[in-house]
C-alpha cells in the first residue's frame, strides 16, 4: 500500500551537511506517521528522528542527533525529508525511511520501509 523511496545519502566530511529525502508513493504523508532509521554493522538499529501530522509542531529526535538534524514533510512533494548538519563520522550508516497509517490511540507501527541510503562521514 505505501512505497517508499530514498535518496541524497553520500560522502562527506565531517562538520558537513546533507538532506535525505523520502518520496511516498501510493498515499498522501499527511495521513502517514513517518521516521527515519539508520543502522550501521555491529551497531543496533536506532531511531534518529519520527514526525506526526496528529500533532501540530511533534516531533522527536535521538539524544545522539538532538540539536543537528531536522525532520520535516513537504505535502505538495509528498516527501519526508532529513536535514543532517554537523555531520559526524559517527553518523556513518544505511539510512532508512519508515512509515505507517496513522492510527488514533497508537504509536507508529512502521510496517513500511524504503530500501534505504547511505551516508559516509569521513574524519
Known amino acids: 500500500q505505501v512505497q517508499l523511496v530514498e535518496s541524497g545519502g553520500g560522502s562527506v566530511q565531517a562538520g558537513g551537511s546533507l538532506r535525505l529525502s523520502c518520496a511516498a508513493y501510493?498515499?498522501?504523508?499527511?495521513?502517514?506517521?513517518m521516521g527515519w532509521f539508520r543502522q550501521a554493522p555491529g551497531v543496533e538499529r536506532e531511531r534518529v528522528a519520527q514526525i506526526d501530522s496528529a500533532t501540530y509542531g511533534f516531533t522527536n529526535y535521538a539524544d545522539s542527533v538532538k540539536g543537528r538534524f531536522t525532520i520535516s514533510k513537504d505535502n505538495a512533494k509528498n516527501t519526508l525529508y532529513l536535514e543532517m548538519n554537523g555531520l559526524k563520522p559517527e553518523d556513518t550508516a544505511m539510512y532508512y525511511c519508515a512509515a505507517d497509517f496513522r492510527r488514533p490511540g497508537m504509536q507508529c507501527r512502521y510496517n513500511y520501509w524504503g530500501q534505504g541510503t547511505q551516508v559516509t562521514v569521513s574524519s
Open positions: 501510493g498515499p498522501s504523508v499527511s495521513s502517514l506517521c
